[in-house]
């Protein structure tokens, strides 16, 4: 399955990542910023087959640590906590 990690908070224009050195992220990178939607179910056995994601826009890492890292809006876009982050297809 693809990397990918989720918005921690976002506070003063920072994005927070749930991601960091660990992950492989470093400053300077651009990740693309989706919102979760609907889960898709299966209807005759019942298996989760994913969900439908909408890109909200991209965030540049700033600043980064071990188990998470900060960046700020390429653009202007709303997220919130639970926003998908992953590189760029």
């Avoid at 492989?24 to 087959?49: M, R, Y």
């Avoid at 965030?59 to 639970?82: D, L, N, Y």
Wanted: proline share 4%.
């Amino acid at each position: 399955q693809p990397w990918e990690g989720e918005v921690v908070t976002v506070r003063g224009g920072q994005i927070y990542l749930n991601v960091g050195q660990s992950a492989g992220v470093k400053v300077g990178d651009v990740l693309d910023v989706l919102h979760p939607g609907e889960k898709l179910v299966d209807p005759a056995t019942g298996l989760n087959l994913g969900s439908t994601e909408t890109k909200l826009g991209q965030v540049r890492v700033t600043s980064v640590e071990e188990k998470f890292s900060i960046g700020a809006a390429v653009g202007s876009f709303t997220t919130q906590r639970g926003d998908i982050v992953k590189y760029p297809q």
